[in-house]
């Protein structure tokens, strides 16, 4: 379900955003403020930080591209790299690994022939795999949180389920 | 002991609609905003809150109301309110609850708060991986606003504040307080040097409490019930009720919430004991960062003093269990591969110490160690510990804690990996 909107070309904010970036800009005393959640948008749309829209943004906050860069990079769910159509986080922190959460991590990377570490994209562009620290969703361990979709006490033979509940749902 | 669930903060959630704002209405809600802001004054609603004596629920267990009481008397700057819903603390997940399940609770505690401290605007903090808790209070702040008890001039009072949310984007400093400011701000989150405290020179540069999502939730309490009423729950060190967030190896991994000063093995039987009919190793009873507790030291209550007594620290309320078998040195791969990963590395013993922590238990965990690898670890931690000011946060006493109780408590267990060159558990 790719559109056009996908697309990233250069003009700041994009026409289809506009209005709800002024709006989180409008919630603070100084622009820059609004510039994680504006990335989260961003990552949200074009399932990374398009290099293009990384100028415009620093002129529309105010800031430096620079400092845009290092933010970016600070933040785990930021991206410049693409990601998959559907971006699971896989968490490995100490309640998930408890309850089995390496072998959770190895099905998935086994079903679609990508590894996490590597942060690699299935060839089709449609899944990404990562792994994560504690979602606070540890009742829930092993979990999986995918398209803002939690998936919880998730077992390897549970993985496959998941990864058709998520095509399903388009993106 | 069988104990019983004491439910204020969880009020109600098992209910479908617990979330909405009528069901809220239905049960008295925002009934103390309404008495603060029209039968007191902002001084009398921090003077309450003081006696309650609310500590802090992010881990420091702080006073509130005492450290409401920083802020400057003279002052021309605007002064913020920041609620902290960054929850990234290993095994916790509380503040969640609270906020996809109540949170008009929370927000009519910003709210009192808000007033109580002379600021016009709130932000909350949810951390980026969080987006049906962000979802739920964006959803829950439209309905205050369109009932007026948020926005300007709320219930006719002249009062006017403004609560937004504010979405992380994943790391775990951003919960330390500084850190979290530096992010609202736009920046990357290191943390900053403290003092100027956040209560003198915080958001913007301008005057900012933070508290805890799970704090300022027992603000409406206090304010109708009245402090007394909140005094009579939970212990005289640690007033109140807490979330103990149970996880790992036990039956009912969940949510659940007691008076302060239930006995931690009576909170581990509540979630149905060690799963599979399994031994009890270890616990950690704060979140990731508490040192660990072997299965003789959890006849302990849980409240701030108690648990400090017991060599570990309340913390977050994470309460994870260990069974008979958990590898220690893994698990604390395990922890060290978090903390590294989670150093904002602006201080040299975090940034190089948790690094090196992790190389060595690596090393230890795969059966290359060597003794001197054992007491190497331990040595380690004891110098990024920075405890004597050596550090900019509290990030690096956290990722020591594990560390030091872990090799002190199982130092056995470390020396197996050396001396049999594998894990002796077979992990
Ligand atoms: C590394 C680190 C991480 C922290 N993470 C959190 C967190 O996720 N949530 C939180 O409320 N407090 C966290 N804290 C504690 C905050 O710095 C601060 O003490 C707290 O938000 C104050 O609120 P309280 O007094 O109501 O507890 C963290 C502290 C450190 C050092
Ligand atoms: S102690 Fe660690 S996390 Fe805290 S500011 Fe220093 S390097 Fe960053
Ligand atoms: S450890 Fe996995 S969600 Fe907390």
Redesign the interface.
Known sequence: METKMGEANGAFPPEHLRERFDAIVARYPRRTAALIPILMAIQEEYRHIPREHIEGLAEYLGCTPAHVLGVITFYTMLSQRKRGRHHLYVCKTLSCHLRGAGEVLRALEEKLGIRADRGEVTPDGEFSLETAECLGLCEQAPCILADGIRFGDVTPETVGRIIDELKSRGA | MSITERRILLHGIDREDSAAIDTYLADGGYRALEKALKEMQPSEVVAEVAKARIRGRGGAGFEAGRKWGFLPKQNEK?VYLTCNGD???????K??HIMERRPHLLLEGCLITCYAIGARTGYIYV??????AQAALEKAIEEARERGYLGGDILGTGVSIDL?V???????VCGEETGMLS???????NPRLKPPFPAVEGL?RCPTIVNNVETLSNVPFVIREGAEEFLKLGTEDTPGTRIF?????VER???YEFECGVNLKDVIEYAGGVWKGRKLKAV?PGG?SAHVLLPDEIDVACDFGSLARAGTIMGSC?V?V?DET?CMVR?LQ??L??FS??S?GQCTPCREGTDWARKVVTRIEAGKGTEADVDKLYEIADNYEGMGGKTICALADAAAWPVKSYVTKFREEFLMHVRQGRCPLGG
């Open positions: 605007p929850e990234s603390e290993p095994g916790t997940f503040d969640r951390r980026g991986e969080f987006p049906h937004f504010h979405t992380g984007a994943g790391a775990y992010s609202i701000e736009g920046n990357r989150g913007f967030c149970v996880s790992g190896h991994p969940g949510a950690i990731l994470g994870m260990l958990v698990a395990n922890a591969e978090f990963h989670e904002c």
